[in-house]
């Protein structure tokens, strides 16, 4: 049986919605309740799937059902296609399941020729509106269809204007227009090297498939990986009756919202043109009217439209966009859809309509996006800017900055300490680096990936970052960003706008973050129903503070690392890894341990109530000591420059440790609980050091934390085994000496496939795990995570090799099966195991969405996106599958 790939308008609905596309299901659905809509029938989502395999070719049957639509409309209008008398002229309308708005192709008045633009003039007693109709439909035909260059029908245009001495479209005559229709013809036929057809039919025809080829053209294919939308939908086409905005002073056209869509307010807004028809309004050709002014120009239609706005929206139950025709006075409903919107006017419209008893809390929260919560968490951009960017990156965190440029982390610490505003521009981050990027406004790299280390550090301080922005050029010595031919020294000002990746060369006007009563009232919905705990990662008192403030359950890792790379504490840590005895080791550590305490103590006091889960030591030592090079090129100079002989020693001696520790693969080798297995002073000084500044916070604050111990990038059950016995030696030691114990737990980390696979063993030492899913997307693919993503890892995504960046979205079939297994096999030995994630993805919907699905019981993601892994979490426990898109 021959597939249906054709519906006339009375037979969908608003559940037809994948089937005949947003657009046509919307004016089904519209006819079904008594809103004026012109007739129509709509070429299905599947009839342009089956063209996209075919490579352009329809499939068996199409065009005979296409002709037997257009014959059925033919019968309900009373009109002809091509007819001479009461001739019918359709527009062509793309239409696809998710809003896609502009980013397709519309042509109008097909049907309009040599043959029958006489029986229009006649019909309505207009001859200026009948050539007018004629000579868009020609523009829009030859630009759409055929593939014109459409600079040279408005340069025809402009000059014809110029020539009759007018400044609108609307001021040429009939005459004036005879006149272009022939010039446009002759600019279509010049470019096809021929006669373009006028047989309506096979216009007809080729509208429809030059509207499939859209959903594949540039800009749509960018929206579509923008939004997550998937590229095997296709669209739909509705070939709909025309009605004439154009047919003079009593006509009009115009595009209205039910709400505000930029403040989400209960108010009028829309705008609309007399005598004119849609692209007008789209494209800026004239200036259109605030929609109120429409009361005294066309009162009745006006109050009718009004009255429809009401009824849809009561219908929808959610904010409208809606397109209409006004013809000599009738109101036609072209479209309504869900109306895009600001994330501010998202919380404002869902807020009110729970409110208005409209909707509940749930329905409000399937309303809202996780992601657009995201941009009201950081200082944005003005959008009014008018600016064009210089240079584009990735988007490694959102939010905007503005800053004079410095080139290395002191003077950003300098300068920044002083409360200067700078942006650190780096090739890439380091951990070096982290005391620049606490204090500076925002950071630009030429090197890194979306979950570089400065993109996770900028992400967990709520830093905007443009990550990998390859064109840029930086000189680190001579102090110079190059982009393009412009040469920016240190102390110009750039904007960063972390959001979208774009760099702008000057001071670019900011506005504040938004969070208001709307944006609490909806988290806090989305508290009540989620099922999944939100921790955050934080280290230090600002992140956990924040993270607190932001609704954080307590932390579910604190990275120890990045207490070691002080000033104060670095010289210790080298006196450490070049001891070259464990007494010397373990005395290097004695003075490690205050430090590390008083960093537990802030953050403990942040959290204090809650769950903290530190990670012991987990990068390989080498990350503590100089570069190689830079090594050996300072022991170098000091021979050659003869130089103090005690600072040649020690420079030797650090080189020597830096050649013995040097790695060629150091993320897959000695560290995590390999050093500690190595050197177990170092969990031992770590574990005092949780245990003493636990006990302190009690004792000043009356209540301290839950205390969980987490031991890194364990893959053999005896690593586990061998250092918990280390800890919780420790532990009994601290809890004697003060005379007193506190409740503690040691779990560790799942980073690697061969742990999860033996989880159920690994589980016997674990009170808890938590998937490390960075490293384990990294380990269980098999890529080095910058590597990849300033290499093939982007033309893949782009290439549709793969649908997701998999360090962005968890890889589902594969790393997610891994945390599947893990959890499944640790819960098979201990049933009330408790288990997490850690990685970035702990903070993106569509891996929490899939990390309700296993039964996590927590998630753990940077501060600022807390309250968006509160809101995802709310809206994977209602069912609202992510990836369904």
Same mark, same amino acid.
């Given at each position: 049986?021959?597939?249906?790939?054709?519906?006339?308008?009375?037979?969908?609905?608003?559940?037809?919605?994948?089937?005949?596309?947003?657009?046509?299901?919307?004016?089904?659905? %519209?006819?079904?309740?008594?809103?004026?809509?012109?007739?129509?029938?709509?070429?299905?989502?599947?009839?342009?799937?089956?063209?996209?395999?075919?490579?352009?070719?329809?499939?068996?049957?199409?065009?005979?059902?296409?002709?037997?639509?257009?014959?059925?409309?033919?019968?309900?209008?009373?009109?002809?296609?091509?007819?001479? !008398?009461?001739?019918? @002229? &359709?527009?062509?309308?793309?239409?696809?399941?998710?809003?896609?708005?502009? %980013?397709?192709?519309?042509?109008?008045?097909?049907?309009?020729?040599?043959?029958?633009?006489?029986?229009? *003039?006649?019909?309505?007693?207009?001859?200026?509106?009948?050539?007018?109709?004629?000579?868009?439909?020609?523009?829009?035909?030859? =630009?759409?269809?055929?593939?014109?260059?459409?600079?040279?029908?408005?340069?025809?245009?402009?000059?014809?204007?110029?020539?009759?001495?007018?400044?609108?479209?609307?001021?040429?005559?009939?005459?004036?227009?005879?006149?272009?229709?022939?010039?446009?013809?002759?600019?279509?036929?010049?470019?096809?090297?021929?006669?373009?057809?006028?047989?309506?039919?096979?216009?007809?025809?080729?509208?429809?498939?030059?509207?499939?080829?859209?959903?594949?053209?540039?800009?749509?294919?960018?929206?579509?990986?923008?939004?997550?939308?998937?590229?095997? @939908?296709?669209?739909?086409?509705?070939?709909?009756?025309? &009605?004439?905005?154009?047919?003079?002073?009593?006509?009009?056209?115009?595009?209205?919202?039910?709400?505000?869509?930029?403040?989400?307010?209960?108010?009028?807004?829309? !705008?609309?043109?007399?005598?004119?028809?849609?692209?007008?309004?789209?494209?800026?050709?004239?200036?259109?009217?605030?929609?109120?002014?429409?009361?005294?120009?066309?009162?009745?239609?006006?109050?009718?439209?009004?009255?429809?706005?009401?009824? %849809?929206?009561?219908?929808?139950?959610?904010?409208?966009?809606?397109?209409?025709?006004?013809?000599?006075?009738?109101?036609?409903?072209?479209?309504?859809?869900?109306?895009?919107?600001?994330?501010?006017?998202? @919380?404002?419209?869902?807020?009110?309509?729970?409110?208005?008893?409209?909707?509940?809390?749930?329905?409000?929260?399937?309303?809202?996006?996780?992601?657009?919560?995201?941009?009201?968490?950081?200082?944005?951009?003005?959008?009014?800017?008018?600016?064009?960017?210089?240079?584009?990156?990735?988007?490694?965190?959102?939010?905007?900055?503005?800053?004079?440029?410095?080139?290395?982390?002191?003077?950003?610490?300098?300068?920044?300490?002083?409360?200067?505003?700078?942006?650190? &521009?780096?090739?890439?981050?380091?951990?070096?680096?982290?005391?620049?990027?606490?204090?500076?406004?925002?950071?630009?790299?030429?090197?890194?990936?979306?979950?570089?280390?400065?993109?996770?550090?900028?992400?967990?301080?709520?830093?905007?970052?443009?990550?990998?922005?390859?064109?840029?050029?930086?000189?680190?010595?001579?102090?110079?960003?190059?982009?393009?031919?412009?040469?920016?020294?240190?102390?110009?000002?750039?904007?960063?706008?972390?959001?979208?990746?774009?760099?702008?060369?000057?001071?670019?006007?900011?506005?504040?973050?938004?969070?208001?009563?709307?944006?609490?009232?909806?988290?806090?919905?989305?508290?009540?129903?989620?099922?999944?705990?939100?921790?955050?990662?934080?280290?230090?008192? =600002?992140?956990?503070?924040?993270?607190?403030?932001?609704?954080?359950?307590?932390?579910?890792?604190?990275?120890?690392?990045?207490?070691?790379?002080?000033?104060?504490?670095?010289?210790?840590?080298?006196?450490?890894?070049?001891?070259?005895?464990?007494?010397?080791?373990?005395?290097?550590?004695?003075?490690?341990?205050?430090?590390?305490?008083?960093?537990?103590?802030?953050?403990?006091?942040?959290?204090?109530?809650?769950?903290?889960?530190?990670?012991?030591?987990? /990068?390989?030592?080498?990350?503590?000591?100089?570069?190689?090079?830079?090594?050996?090129?300072?022991?170098?100079?000091?021979?050659?420059?003869?130089?103090?002989?005690?600072? @040649?020693?020690?420079?030797?001696?650090?080189?020597?440790?830096?050649?013995?520790?040097?790695?060629?693969?150091?993320?897959?080798?000695?560290?995590?609980?390999?050093?500690?297995?190595?050197?177990?002073?170092?969990?031992?000084?770590?574990?005092?050091?949780?245990?003493?500044? *636990?006990?302190?916070?009690?004792?000043?604050?009356?209540?301290?934390?839950?205390?969980?111990?987490?031991?890194?990038?364990?893959?053999?059950?005896?690593?586990?085994?061998?250092?918990?016995?280390?800890? !919780?030696?420790?532990?009994?030691?601290?809890?004697?000496?003060?005379?007193?114990?506190?409740?503690?737990?040691?779990?560790?980390?799942?980073?690697?496939?061969?742990?999860?696979?033996?989880?159920?063993?690994?589980?016997?030492?674990?009170?808890?795990?938590?998937?490390?899913?960075?490293?384990?997307?990294?380990?269980?693919?098999?890529?080095?995570?910058?590597?990849?993503?300033?290499?093939?890892?982007?033309?893949?995504?782009?290439?549709?090799?793969?649908?997701?960046?998999?360090?962005?979205?968890?890889?589902?079939?594969? &790393?997610?099966?891994?945390?599947?297994?893990?959890?499944?096999?640790?819960?098979?030995?201990? /049933?009330?195991?408790?288990?997490?994630?850690?990685?970035?993805?702990?903070?993106?919907?569509?891996?929490?969405?899939?990390?309700?699905?296993?039964?996590?019981?927590?998630?753990?993601?940077? /501060?600022?996106?807390?309250?968006?892994?509160?809101?995802?979490?709310?809206?994977?426990?209602?069912?609202?599958?992510?990836?369904?898109?």
């Amino acid at each position: 049986m021959t597939e249906k790939y054709i519906y006339d308008l009375h037979e969908g609905d608003a559940t037809m919605r994948n089937l005949l596309g947003g657009k046509g299901a919307g004016v089904a659905e %519209m006819k079904k309740v008594g809103v004026p809509v012109p007739d129509a029938f709509t070429v299905t989502t599947v009839a342009c799937v089956e063209t996209m395999k075919r490579g352009g070719e329809w499939p068996e049957g199409l065009a005979d059902q296409v002709a037997e639509g257009l014959h059925r409309l033919e019968e309900r209008t009373g009109r002809t296609l091509g007819g001479k !008398e009461k001739p019918l @002229l &359709v527009s062509i309308r793309s239409g696809a399941v998710f809003s896609m708005p502009g %980013m397709m192709d519309t042509i109008l008045n097909l049907g309009i020729s040599d043959d029958t633009v006489g029986a229009i *003039a006649q019909e309505f007693g207009n001859e200026r509106f009948a050539w007018d109709c004629y000579r868009r439909f020609i523009q829009m035909y030859g =630009e759409v269809v055929e593939g014109v260059d459409g600079h040279a029908y408005e340069d025809a245009l402009s000059a014809m204007k110029s020539r009759k001495g007018v400044e609108q479209d609307t001021d040429l005559s009939a005459e004036d227009l005879k006149e272009l229709v022939d010039e446009f013809k002759q600019i279509s036929n010049d470019a096809l090297g021929g006669e373009w057809t006028t047989d309506p039919v096979e216009q007809l025809n080729r509208a429809i498939n030059a509207v499939f080829k859209s959903w594949l053209n540039p800009r749509a294919d960018v929206y579509r990986k923008a939004n997550g939308i998937s590229a095997d @939908l296709g669209t739909a086409v509705n070939v709909m009756q025309m &009605v004439f905005g154009n047919r003079g002073e009593t006509s009009a056209t115009g595009v209205c919202f039910t709400r505000n869509p930029s403040t989400g307010e209960k108010e009028l807004y829309g !705008e609309f043109l007399t005598n004119a028809q849609g692209e007008d309004v789209v494209a800026g050709i004239r200036t259109p009217r605030p929609l109120a002014e429409m009361e005294q120009v066309l009162p009745e239609a006006y109050r009718e439209l009004i009255d429809t706005m009401h009824k %849809m929206e009561a219908h929808y139950k959610d904010m409208q966009d809606m397109e209409f025709t006004i013809e000599d006075g009738h109101l036609y409903l072209l479209q309504t859809r869900n109306g895009k919107r600001t994330a501010a006017a998202a @919380l404002k419209v869902a807020s009110d309509l729970v409110n208005e008893g409209v909707i509940d809390k749930n329905e409000a929260l399937n309303r809202i996006e996780p992601g657009q919560l995201d941009q009201l968490l950081h200082p944005a951009i003005d959008p009014n800017h008018g600016k064009q960017a210089i240079a584009k990156g990735l988007p490694a965190s959102p939010g905007a900055a503005v800053g004079e440029l410095v080139f290395d982390a002191d003077t950003a610490a300098e300068r920044g300490g002083k409360g200067e505003p700078v942006v650190l &521009v780096r090739f890439e981050t380091t951990p070096d680096d982290i005391h620049g990027v606490i204090v500076c406004q925002g950071i630009l790299t030429a090197h890194g990936g979306m979950t570089s280390h400065a993109a996770v550090v900028a992400r967990g301080m709520g830093k905007p970052c443009v990550a990998g922005a390859a064109g840029i050029k930086i000189d680190p010595l001579a102090k110079t960003l190059t982009i393009g031919d412009t040469v920016f020294n240190e102390g110009d000002v750039l904007t960063l706008n972390g959001s979208t990746g774009e760099v702008f060369g000057e001071a670019l006007e900011l506005i504040p973050p938004q969070i208001n009563e709307d944006f609490q009232n909806v988290v806090s919905w989305a508290d009540e129903v989620r099922t999944l705990g939100v921790r955050a990662n934080a280290e230090n008192f =600002e992140d956990a503070s924040k993270a607190r403030e932001l609704g954080a359950e307590g932390i579910g890792l604190c990275r120890t690392e990045h207490m070691f790379f002080g000033a104060d504490r670095l010289p210790a840590v080298r006196e450490m890894i070049t001891a070259d005895n464990a007494e010397q080791r373990a005395a290097a550590l004695e003075k490690i341990l205050p430090m590390q305490q008083a960093d537990f103590e802030q953050i403990f006091t942040a959290m204090k109530g809650l769950p903290v889960t530190v990670r012991l030591l987990d /990068p390989p030592l080498h990350e503590f000591l100089p570069n190689l090079v830079e090594q050996s090129l300072l022991v170098q100079k000091l021979e050659l420059t003869n130089g103090d002989a005690a600072e @040649l020693e020690e420079a030797r001696k650090v080189l020597a440790q830096v050649k013995k520790l040097h790695e060629q693969n150091p993320m897959l080798g000695t560290r995590g609980c390999r050093l500690a297995m190595l050197y177990p002073e170092i969990p031992d000084m770590q574990a005092r050091a949780i245990i003493k500044a *636990a006990l302190a916070v009690l004792e000043r604050e009356g209540e301290t934390v839950g205390i969980e111990i987490m031991i890194p990038l364990v893959a053999l059950p005896i690593e586990l085994k061998t250092q918990r016995e280390i800890v !919780e030696a420790a532990v009994k030691d601290e809890f004697a000496k003060a005379g007193q114990e506190l409740p503690y737990t040691i779990g560790t980390m799942i980073e690697l496939p061969r742990a999860a696979m033996v989880a159920d063993q690994i589980a016997e030492h674990a009170d808890f795990y938590s998937f490390g899913t960075n490293d384990l997307t990294q380990t269980t693919i098999g890529i080095s995570r910058d590597d990849a993503e300033n290499g093939f890892l982007t033309t893949y995504v782009m290439d549709g090799v793969l649908e997701k960046n998999p360090f962005e979205s968890i890889d589902v079939e594969g &790393v997610g099966a891994v945390v599947r297994t893990g959890v499944e096999k640790g819960r098979s030995a201990k /049933p009330d195991l408790k288990c997490g994630v850690c990685g970035e993805h702990g903070g993106d919907p569509a891996s929490i969405d899939f990390f309700q699905e296993v039964g996590l019981n927590y998630v753990s993601c940077s /501060p600022f996106r807390v309250p968006i892994a509160r809101f995802a979490a709310a809206k994977a426990a209602l069912g609202e599958h992510v990836n369904d898109k």
